[in-house]
């Protein structure tokens, strides 16, 4: 299945809560989930698959990833030593393009994908080229000297959506961001019950 392009906020009105990473808008103007039946009001039970389902789309639409995506990160995270839900949350927040977005760089990970597919990302004086690599502690990127002055990461970085994790040290003058320490399991900007989704992938 390929990475969704369709409306943000219908996808924040199915699943029920925020979505920092996929958009910026709310749905508090139209917080019923999308169709005439949610219109009515009506109510409907959601079965045991449905809310594993509905907790594995939260990763899924916040972080960006296609289904085999996300499936590869949960099968790697399995093959590590410790707990799984715990593994899985460290891959997804030591990604690129997370980093770049939680660095303050961009508004919403679409963008950041953009911002690191265009070449205007640099790791180690190399251009990066995939927003899925990851990083470590004690790594840093830059934006590309040409790209520094661009209005809107200037405004971003001056204002980031979400606070920036404490791990994240932004040079200002440079926009190097050097990882000190990644963004643990508890510091996820969505609220999601990751037991759920390895039970999802685990039926």
Request: proline share 6%; hydrophobic share 35%; net charge positive.
């Amino acid at each position: 299945m390929a990475r969704y392009t369709g409306p943000r906020l219908r996808i924040i009105r199915r699943i029920g809560t925020e979505l920092p990473g996929l958009t910026t808008k709310t749905a508090s103007r139209r917080p019923n989930p999308p169709g005439q039946a949610a219109a009515g009001k009506r109510q409907f039970k959601v079965s045991e698959y449905g809310m594993r389902l509905r907790e594995k789309q939260k990763l899924r639409y916040h972080y960006g990833l296609t289904e085999r995506g996300l499936r590869l990160l949960y099968q790697k995270a399995y093959r590590q030593p410790g707990d799984t839900g715990r593994n899985l949350l460290m891959l997804l927040e030591s990604r690129l393009d997370n980093l770049v977005w939680r660095a303050g760089l961009t508004r919403t990970m679409p963008a950041a994908r953009q911002l690191i597919a265009h070449g205007h990302i640099n790791i180690n004086s190399h251009r990066a080229t995939s927003p899925g690599q990851h990083l470590k502690v004690g790594q840093s990127f830059t934006v590309r000297e040409k790209t520094r002055n661009r209005e809107d990461l200037r405004v971003s970085v001056n204002a980031p959506v979400l606070e920036r994790p404490a791990g994240i040290k932004v040079d200002l003058d440079t926009l190097t961001i050097t990882i000190e320490a990644l963004p643990g399991p508890e510091q996820v900007p969505v609220q999601v019950n990751i037991q759920k989704v390895i039970e999802f992938f685990a039926q």
